[in-house]
């Protein structure tokens, strides 16, 4: 598998493009996963004995691509987990789905449940269900895939899966949320492209984007963003 590239990183941060199919923390599959690579890469790169400290104030999916977010220290590691807590984060999503909405933009508004068992979310009246937000905005319009901007108001489990999916276009290869086939290595094309908020310690503005992957599809759609 592809390694994480930098994007950023200092004496209490390290933003990293995740490719598709890593793992960012390890569960019972034992497969490497992103914390594993961090420990290991940032020990060797600054000769640290052992692992280095690596927190995790966020996830991503295993299937997305894109920003993820590491704290190298414990005080940026509680700051961040405030951040994120706290929704004082943008986050814009980039997502290639099947066919191409009626609306070029729009605002989506479902109330998400997510299941224990099955690990799945689902638009839902359960009394438990949670209201989930997004905005999406077609760039690209093609005969078979459409690329979409996603830019999120709420951060619900699979949230952008699962609302695409609601409106008729699920995300190419999201074989869990309708999608008709699989892609290659068990991807989806779904790619946390762009990260803002104010940095924990410095408190200086950042802005981070990631390059989408570099398959033909990717290409051919975000080329001209």
Known sequence: MQAPSILFE??????????????????????RCLKD????????????????FIGLPHRLD???????????????????????????????????????????????????HRDGKTKKSFVSKHPD?????????????????????????TGRHHQIRVQLQAIGHPIKGDL???????NPGGGIHLHARELSFEHPVSQEPLHIVAPTPSDALWTALAAAE
Not at 83 to 98: M, N, P
Not at 132 to 142: D, E, H, P
Request: net charge positive.
């Open 10 to 31: 200092d004496n209490h941060l390290l933003i990293v493009n995740k490719p598709a199919g890593m793992l960012v923390q390890g569960d019972i599959t034992g497969d």
């Open 37 to 52: 690579w961090a420990e290991e890469d940032v020990a060797k790169r600054f000769n640290k004995p052992g692992k280095a």
């Open 62 to 112: 295993r299937p997305t691509s894109g920003i993820v977010v590491l704290a190298k220290t414990s005080k940026s590691l509680a700051r961040m987990n405030a951040l994120f807590s706290g929704r004082d984060i943008q986050k814009t999503y980039w997502a290639i789905v099947e066919g191409c909405p009626a609306e070029p933009e729009a605002r989506l508004e479902h109330f998400l």
């Open 129 to 153: 269900a949670q209201k989930a937000v997004l905005r999406y905005r077609v760039f690209k319009a093609g005969d078979n895939y459409s690329l979409l901007q996603v830019d999120l108001e």
């Open 176 to 182: 869990k949320y309708g999608s008709k086939r699989s």
